[in-house]
């Protein structure tokens, strides 16, 4: 059986240096198309699919936040969590330069600057997850704990817009 190519991109390289087991999972990619396009493509429910997103706050702080594909994130209770007066998502220029990855294919896992990370919590009772490997199209499939013992992540309570259940 041959084996599955993928892209080795950064966040690859330090999953594999820190010993986790992942299974590759590539599909087509569609702009703006957001996890949706990814649950569809590969037969999974949204919630699974673990959203990065690049945020600021109001002091040009950045940082970013894990949550679920089919939930947004308040930034009204973030911002009151980070004891700022408000949050929001960087420029897609900011974004790209921070992290290393074209957004699409943001992955928390080896970003270009260290950033904070903040993680709604209830992710963590996933049995596995699916997150973005660092190129549109590609996506990780991990077990919660090694997300966190990698990135250390502040736990957070800040999803809105459930529309399925966990």
Do not use: W
């Not at 950033?115 to 919660?144: A, C, H, M, Q």
């Amino acid at each position: 059986m041959a084996k599955e190519h993928y892209p080795t991109t950064p966040a690859v390289r330090l999953l594999q240096k820190a010993g986790v087991d992942f299974v590759p999972h590539l599909y087509p990619y569609e702009e703006r198309g957001g996890t949706a396009v990814s649950a569809r493509e590969l037969g999974i429910p949204e919630t699974r699919i673990i959203k990065t997103l690049v945020m600021e706050d109001d002091r040009g702080e950045p940082f970013l936040i894990l949550m679920h594909g089919d939930r947004e994130v308040s930034t009204k209770e973030l911002a009151r969590l980070r004891g700022v007066k408000s949050v929001q998502p960087c420029p897609p220029e900011k974004a790209q330069r921070l992290t290393g990855y074209l957004v699409g294919g943001t992955s928390p896992f080896a970003t270009r600057r260290p950033l904070s990370v903040y993680l709604e919590e209830t992710i963590e009772g996933l049995t596995t997850l699916l997150i973005n490997g660092g190129k549109r199209g590609f996506l990780v499939e991990i077990r919660p704990e090694d997300l966190t013992r990698i990135l250390q992540p502040v736990r957070v309570r800040v999803a809105r817009g459930d529309r399925s259940e966990l």
